[in-house]
């Protein structure tokens, strides 16, 4: 009889055992099925995340991704605040507008993971400047507008988000022209809806990334004036930015992300696979425009528009990876974000930089990933830079220094 109940305890706690892996595994495989949304905006430079998902990259390091095309910046802003979305395709500079409240409310925060790309934005205006102001003539700028502004009462210059990269080359480019950025009207429209508020005449010119500028030049509305990589040479551009509580409760998963995102980036580095990137980001999915002009602008070959023949960038086009020297998300490039923020008015006084830069970048998990990847670390982060433009040093360590001297 013992012998009978202690065999039935034995079951018993069999049962219990086996009823408790099965729970646990069911809990493992619940959590794992959980897929992490990626957004992004209908832009070239969205190739990083869209191109992982479609060839298989995501699959390979065992996260199941969905990417969604989202309408605006603000739209990304909101989704990433809110968890709606894990994390996006994002502009680099957007996370400090966001916190300091340029762009968004104070102290929201979203996290960047890694940097997607350099270069590859550029400044289109309307077929009304063809003839006045050619490529890259800043000095003509200012006689012409301020011409336009005498005759018409008013020009209008439109970016994408206030405080977004779109933002700040725009407001360099029109400081390096000597314009009064007081005298000029500056709105925000989304990125794929450019072209169509050009050609209506609601704007004078905007600052966007491609293909928009290209297809601007192909629909013969409006010219190339200036690449952002004209400005500022391997400027930052897009990061993977992240819901805060993801980053820290599903590292794991955003680990893997992070992993099949880099590779995409090395694959969108080699010139043979441009062309493919091109065909797949084109369709209707995602940006929805004209391959060729992705494709040309892609390879460094840009048809200006109004007669001004075309310019050829060899080492200087959009760029993924660069041997990682693209994807590591410096502290020092942050810093300069919200100088400008304080230069252009935005902020009435200088924010904590480096505590901002340090709270809202992933910088030692983006070590962790690029070192089990073999990805070079650069070691110029904090270090002294300037622009291609504009030759006004900027020291990380000291903004304030930067800011007395700088134009307006």
Known sequence: MKLLKKQNTTFTKSIFVLLLTISSAFSTVSAQ???????????????????????????????????????????????????????????????FSVYTGVGGKAGSEMKIAMMLNVNGQAITLSNDFCGKVGFKQMNKVTPVVAAKLKAEKEVTFAMTFPGGTHDLWLRNWMSIAGLNQKAVKIITIPPPQMVANMKVGNMD???????????????????????????????????????????????????????????????????????????????APYVNAPADVIESRLMGDYNLGCNQGTEVYDNDYMLFHKGGMVN????????????????????????????????????????????SMKVKIPTDDMKPFSLTMDKTVFDPNNPAAYLKVVKR
């Open 328 to 371: 590591y998300p410096r502290k020092s490039y942050a810093i300069w974000a919200m100088a400008q923020f304080v230069r252009f008015g935005y902020l009435k006084d200088a924010p904590d930089y480096k505590a901002i830069a340090d709270k809202l970048i992933l910088q030692d998990l983006y070590e962790e990933v690029a070192a």
């Open 33 to 95: 099925s959980d897929p992490v949304r990626l957004g992004f905006i209908p832009l070239t430079d969205c190739s990083p995340i869209v191109m992982a998902k479609e060839l298989g990259l995501f699959k390979k390091y065992g996260v199941e991704v969905i990417v969604t095309k989202e309408s605006s910046w603000a739209n990304v802003r909101d989704k990433i605040l809110t968890g709606e979305l894990d994390g996006a395709h994002c502009l680099y500079s957007m996370p």
């Open 205 to 283: 010119g905007y600052c966007v990334g491609e293909p928009w500028g290209g297809v601007a030049v192909k629909q013969g509305i409006g010219f190339t004036q200036v690449a952002s990589q004209d400005i500022w040479k391997d400027h930052p551009e897009k990061a993977l930015v992240v819901n805060k509580d993801f980053s820290a409760k599903r590292k794991a998963d955003l680990v893997k992300v992070m992993k099949a995102v880099m590779e995409a980036c090395k694959w969108l580095d080699v010139p043979a696979n441009r062309k493919k990137a091109a065909s797949i980001i084109g369709k």
